[in-house]
T-cell receptor, first 120, second 113 residues
Framework: GAVVSQHPSRVICKSGTSVKIECRSL??????MFWYRQFPKQSLMLMAT?????????EQGVEKDKFLINHASLTLSTLTVTSAHPEDSSFYIC????????????????FGPGTRLLVL | GESVGLHLPTLSVQEGDNSIINCAYSNSASDYFIWYKQESGKGPQFIIDIRSNMDKRQGQRVTVLLNKTVKHLSLQIAATQPGDSAVYFC????????????FGKGTTLSVSS
């Protein structure tokens, strides 16, 4: 259980185009999803928190007009990189928060397989 | 800045040895910790978690130890196998609904046969 998928797995685009990445929770509902970016040999850096039915919360330094997030349903969040540039090339990873059971407020996050974006 | 970090960027072990990967955190308010394994080109894979009201938790071949006094977290892997080769991250959050995880820098574990 707790499977998260991402599509596409990799994408190559020209500078100036927009790219949409989908994140789906396959066997559970996720009111909250998170988007991370990871550069080679570095750790995951949180970009934004996506909440179903409301606006995303962006981390400091992340341009909300450039990285558009839409959490349309309890199983789908999308990240659109608008007017992509070579410096946006990175590994984008989403995670979904799953309830661990019981009345605990603590919840485990499960990650998607990531999307490799290369902007030429 | 980061509130979670790892002591060593790389760790090399022989197959069959036990591995210990360490992590220091600085946020004393953190009450939930997770270890993830990330293989090249893939997303992080959940290994084991622990809450701050515990100091030890065991899984299959893995044990997580939490020392809140010195704010230290460790992952022990028994009988390390070549398939364990990956980057290991510790992550923390304060457990409040909706909060994201803060990741450490990662330790690359290399297992030789």
């Amino acid at each position: 259980g707790a499977v998260v998928s991402q599509h596409p797995s990799r994408v190559i685009c020209k500078s100036g185009t927009s790219v949409k990445i989908e994140c789906r929770s396959l066997d559970f509902q996720a009111t909250t999803m998170f988007w991370y970016r990871q550069f080679p040999k570095q750790s995951l850096m949180l970009m934004a928190t996506s909440n179903e039915g409301s606006k995303a919360t962006y981390e400091q330094g992340v341009e909300k007009d450039k990285f558009l997030i839409n959490h349309a349903s309890l199983t789908l969040s999308t990240l659109t990189v608008t007017s992509a540039h070579p410096e946006d090339s990175s590994f984008y990873i989403c995670s979904a928060r799953a309830t661990s059971g019981g009345a605990s407020r603590l919840e485990t996050q499960y990650f998607g397989p990531g999307t490799r974006l290369l902007v030429l | 800045g980061e509130s979670v970090g790892l002591h060593l960027p790389t760790l090399s072990v022989q197959e069959g040895d036990n591995s210990i990967i360490n992590c220091a955190y600085s946020n004393s308010a953190s009450d939930y910790f997770i270890w993830y394994k990330q293989e090249s080109g893939k997303g992080p894979q959940f290994i084991i978690d622990i809450r701050s009201n515990m100091d030890k938790r065991q899984g299959q071949r893995v044990t997580v130890l939490l020392n809140k006094t010195v704010k230290h977290l460790s992952l022990q892997i028994a009988a390390t196998q070549p398939g364990d080769s990956a980057v290991y991250f510790c992550a923390e959050n304060m457990g409040q609904a909706g909060t994201a995880l803060i990741f450490g820098k990662g330790t690359t574990l290399s297992v030789s046969s």
